[in-house]
T-cell receptor, first 111, second 113 residues
Framework: SAVISQKPSRDICQRGTSLTIQCQVDSQVTMMFWYRQQPGQSLTLIAT?????????ESGFVIDKFPISRPNLTFSTLTVSNMSPEDSSIYLC????????FGSGTRLTVV | GENVEQHPSTLSVQEGDSAVIKCTYSDSASNYFPWYKQELGKGPQLIIDIRSNVGEKKDQRIAVTLNKTAKHFSLHITETQPEDSAVYFC????????????FGGGTRVLVKP
């Protein structure tokens, strides 16, 4: 399975600001997935990121709020824009190589 | 789209007893069913998975069963130990490359020594 490095591991941010989360994979993968896990909740897919094309967003998530970059086959970023306290969550990236592997997550607190 | 229901939401067992978590799914096209364990402050870790051409799979103290007709699958943990305490998630996918995982709501398992 893949090894995923995710940065930062945690951050506390002021409302109205933006945070960019990085995800680095040790293997080349076609798709990378970004999930949100709200406090005490399950994982919800935000978007699927393909290299060389625009990300595909799930219902309820929009590009202006969660812009994604995918510059190559091993790296992606997710930005959480114009943050509010409701954005306080764990954000996780995931890839699929035989099975789905997750990064350790970014724990975001918006104050 | 796919919908995955997971029960119970919390489970408390005595060390050495068995724990069973059940999930149902809605989309008959789903054919890949992984289970994840998430410890505090960590990302989900795959513990076992099953594909729809298999009815049961076992790995040491962990087993998963799948009933494709009834569209449900279960996780069984035998001889539970305190280190099994965590949140467990089931998920379903159509299994083809790039298909997303849909997660159940999670089960918080507490193993009491």
């Amino acid at each position: 399975s893949a090894v995923i490095s995710q940065k930062p591991s945690r951050d506390i941010c002021q409302r109205g600001t933006s945070l960019t989360i990085q995800c680095q994979v040790d293997s080349q993968v076609t798709m990378m997935f970004w999930y949100r896990q709200q406090p005490g909740q399950s994982l919800t897919l935000i978007a699927t990121a393909n290299q060389g094309s625009e990300a595909t967003y799930e219902s309820g998530f929009v590009i202006d709020k969660f812009p994604i970059s995918r510059p190559n086959l091993t790296f992606s970023t997710l930005t959480v824009s114009n943050m509010s306290p409701e954005d306080s969550s764990i954000y996780l990236c995931s890839v699929e190589i035989l099975s789905y592997t997750f990064g350790s997550g970014t724990r975001l607190t918006v104050v | 789209g796919e919908n995955v229901e997971q029960h119970p939401s919390t489970l408390s067992v005595q060390e050495g007893d068995s724990a069973v978590i059940k999930c149902t799914y809605s989309d008959s096209a789903s054919n890949y069913f992984p289970w994840y364990k998430q410890e505090l402050g960590k990302g989900p870790q795959l513990i076992i998975d099953i594909r729809s051409n298999v009815g049961e799979k076992k790995d040491q103290r962990i087993a998963v069963t799948l009933n494709k007709t009834a569209k449900h699958f279960s996780l069984h943990i035998t001889e539970t130990q305190p280190e099994d305490s965590a949140v467990y998630f089931c998920a379903a996918s159509m299994g083809a490359a790039g298909n997303k995982l849909t997660f159940g709501g999670g089960t918080r398992v507490l193993v009491k020594p």
